[in-house]
């Protein structure tokens, strides 16, 4: 089938990516669906792994964990969110899913709009105060 005619995906459809983060499985992408607006990947992060500190300058992005826990920032705040939980990120803001734990965490990421200018990613993890902001924290590379 198509793209362009195809609404149903499997899991053996989707569009699979070894990220330095992530496995990422993208449900819903361009080359996947023929989405508009909506982006959608399945993300499975091992333990002790994480996604530092970045931001999407032109995307809003809801994660929701489907498995595990992750400890999720969202500006200087963050939380432990478990299976069923999720965080909005609103556009441009600064987050960063850590899996400081020792089960994989699998989740969610829903990014709109779908064809946002770029940078669609900007990692700032390297700069204050997002280089030291989890000092004392157990390290996730």
Request: net charge negative; hydrophobic share 40%; aromatic share 8%.
């Amino acid at each position: 089938m198509s793209v362009d005619q195809r609404r149903f995906v499997t899991a053996s459809e989707a569009a699979r990516f070894l990220s330095p983060w992530t496995l990422e499985e993208w449900m819903c992408r361009s080359d996947v669906v023929p989405n508009k607006e909506l982006l959608l990947v399945r993300a499975n992060m091992e333990p002790w792994r994480s996604h530092p500190f970045h931001t999407h300058p032109t995307r809003e992005e809801i994660i929701f964990i489907v498995s595990g826990r992750a400890e999720q920032w969202c500006g200087r705040e963050h939380r432990i969110l478990n299976p069923g939980e999720m965080v909005l990120i609103p556009k441009g803001e600064v987050h960063g899913t850590y899996n400081p734990f020792d089960e994989k965490l699998v989740f969610l990421a829903i990014l709109s709009p779908s064809q946002a200018a770029e940078p669609g990613i900007v990692d700032v993890s390297k700069e204050e105060p997002w280089r030291s902001v989890r000092q004392g924290m157990p390290a996730c590379p």
